[in-house]
């Protein structure tokens, strides 16, 4: 079933990066001269993008820690929830940053950033599901 799940989301992937987006074709290509080169679009971010983004996403996730942890925790065995936890906040984490690397916006210019970012959403999505399982009651 599992195999199953994951065939139709690779085939729906497939279907999405062939036939739906726009496409420049050989025959375009070709067409150009060899001193023209495609135009390309320039991204209008600032310098420090991805830090401003990554340090919000701490501070988000600073609040939500801070937000579970504030009162003692409620599980009897809550080495083990905590553990579980995170993995499934790395889970989505990873999940995430497959989607990112399919619209190609998971680049960097930098071994930092890109720590820095992962880190963060890692960090942040730990503490959602945290948030989710002890203070919301999402998969109590």
Same mark, same amino acid.
């Given at each position: 079933?599992?195999? !199953?799940?994951?065939?139709?989301?690779?085939? $729906?992937? %497939?279907?999405?990066?062939?036939?739906? %987006?726009?496409?420049?074709?050989?025959? !375009?290509?070709?067409?150009?001269?060899?001193?023209?080169?495609?135009?390309?679009?320039?991204?209008?971010?600032?310098?420090?993008f991805?830090?401003k983004?990554? $340090?919000?996403?701490?501070?988000?996730? $600073?609040?939500?820690?801070?937000?579970?942890?504030?009162?003692?925790?409620?599980?009897?065995?809550?080495?083990?929830?905590?553990?579980? $936890?995170?993995?499934? %906040?790395?889970?989505? +984490?990873?999940?995430?940053?497959?989607?990112? #690397?399919?619209?190609?916006l998971? #680049?960097?210019?930098?071994?930092?950033?890109?720590?820095?970012?992962?880190?963060?959403?890692?960090?942040?999505?730990? +503490?959602?599901?945290? #948030?989710?399982?002890?203070?919301?009651?999402?998969?109590?």
């Amino acid at each position: 079933m599992l195999l !199953d799940l994951l065939g139709i989301i690779v085939d $729906a992937l %497939g279907l999405l990066s062939s036939g739906l %987006g726009p496409s420049s074709s050989t025959s !375009d290509r070709m067409s150009l001269n060899y001193d023209e080169k495609p135009l390309k679009k320039e991204s209008k971010r600032s310098k420090y993008f991805t830090e401003k983004v990554s $340090a919000v996403v701490l501070v988000l996730a $600073a609040l939500g820690l801070f937000i579970v942890f504030k009162d003692p925790l409620p599980v009897q065995n809550y080495t083990q929830t905590l553990i579980v $936890a995170s993995l499934i %906040g790395i889970g989505i +984490s990873l999940l995430v940053f497959f989607v990112l #690397y399919v619209l190609e916006l998971y #680049y960097f210019k930098t071994l930092f950033k890109l720590f820095l970012f992962s880190c963060s959403v890692i960090i942040f999505f730990i +503490s959602v599901v945290l #948030y989710g399982y002890f203070k919301s009651g999402w998969l109590i």
